[in-house]
């Protein structure tokens, strides 16, 4: 069983940077593909980005591409979404999970509490 626990969220304005955090409790973590999806207020879970157990593979919403960098450090058990340039719109709850390279939630196993991130413009 990995447990996930992501940090980092805040209150920041449009334009601002974020870095999010999401650190995993098991030494079996480089096992895994990660990736962060977000879910805003009434909308469906979305898929941000995916990044291989290797970290050499990154996969990105067509959307986010440019903006949000996604890296990892299996040393540390520790898979990090840089933001840049956000806007109101990325205002959401971002998950990461644990499990298959994939753009469907339904592929990860395993899922952090969320973390939430406000953009005021």
């Known amino acids: 069983q990995v447990q996930l626990v992501e940090s980092g969220g805040g209150l920041v304005q449009a334009g601002d940077s974020l870095r999010l955090s999401c650190t995993a409790s098991?030494?079996?973590?480089?096992?895994?593909?990660m990736a962060w999806f977000r879910q805003a207020p009434g909308k469906e879970r979305e898929f941000v980005a995916t990044i291989s157990w290797s970290g050499i593979n990154a996969h990105y919403s067509d959307s986010l591409k440019g903006r949000f960098t996604i890296s990892r450090d299996n040393a540390k058990n520790t898979v990090y979404l840089q933001m840049n340039n956000l806007k109101p719109e990325d205002t959401a709850v971002y998950y990461c999970?644990?499990?298959?390279?994939?753009?469907?939630?339904?592929?990860?196993?395993?899922w952090g509490p969320g973390t939430q991130v406000t953009v005021s413009s």
């Open positions: 098991e030494r079996t973590f480089s096992n895994y593909a």
């Open positions: 999970a644990a499990g298959r390279v994939s753009y469907s939630a339904s592929s990860y196993d395993y």
